[in-house]
């Protein structure tokens, strides 16, 4: 098997095919592979942070095809748009499936994704293998070293964190959840389903942090239910509005590469893929 890595600072499984990639005046992006007799199949890697980077995987995978390589799979940690799986007001897309769409017309021998929001993704994506987020979350349960509780920030959580749980022998989940006006995208309502959380070690676990909204929130509610320090576990880290806010509420803030590096003070990343 050999790899192409479409982004040069993500590379997961070590040498890339070489290729030059860039852009035209136009806005199209090129790409142009420069080893030869590539007989074996490939796994392409992205890291998809913009339409254009889906467009450079479609071309990466027109340009492998029309050297003949017959097996590709793809392998995209990061599944756009795997948020937006429902239409929440009337004039919004299903962006998701417009995303597998694309990707299913490539015809992929496999394409694999890691902790997508919901069951709709794999749904959708033909060939499709999922890596569940439970060995990350043991990897940071690793570097917390004491007894934790697994909070679920919100009912589209619930399934997976127990499924968590599971894994880890049975760790204690409390539930939680919040309030997000569809039209404004506003938050509001946090609410913490336990009592007296007795100075606990509390570990939010969750998809994606975007804007951190979410975190923030719970982190006010889970204080005001006596918890003790607070840890973030994040498998898709975007933290759009940076991290200095979540770090004065989250003792260690956890996540992959899957979506881009981050190296403030107070984030553990973890590799996605070894
Ligand atoms: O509050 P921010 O970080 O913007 O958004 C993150 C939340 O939005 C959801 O889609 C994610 O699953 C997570 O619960």
Known sequence: MRYLHLDPSFTPYGKSIEFEAFVFNGGEPHIKILEQNIEDSVTITHRINSFNDLGLLMIATDALRRMGIKVINVCIPYFPAARQDRVMVSGESLSVKVYADIINAQQYDQVTVFDPHSEVTPALLDNVKV??????VKQ?????????????????????????????????????????DVKTGQLSGFRVYEEDLKGKHCVIVDDICDGGGTFLGLAKALQEKNAGTLSLIISHGIFSKGIEELSQCFETIFTTNSFRDIEEEGVVQIPVLR
């Open 131 to 136: 890596i569940e987020n439970y060995e990350f």
């Open 140 to 180: 940071c349960l690793k570097h917390i070293k004491e007894e934790v509780i697994l909070v679920s920030p919100d009912g589209g959580a619930l399934k997976k964190i127990y499924k968590v749980s599971e894994f880890l022998g049975g760790v204690e989940v409390i539930e939680c959840s919040k309030k997000r």
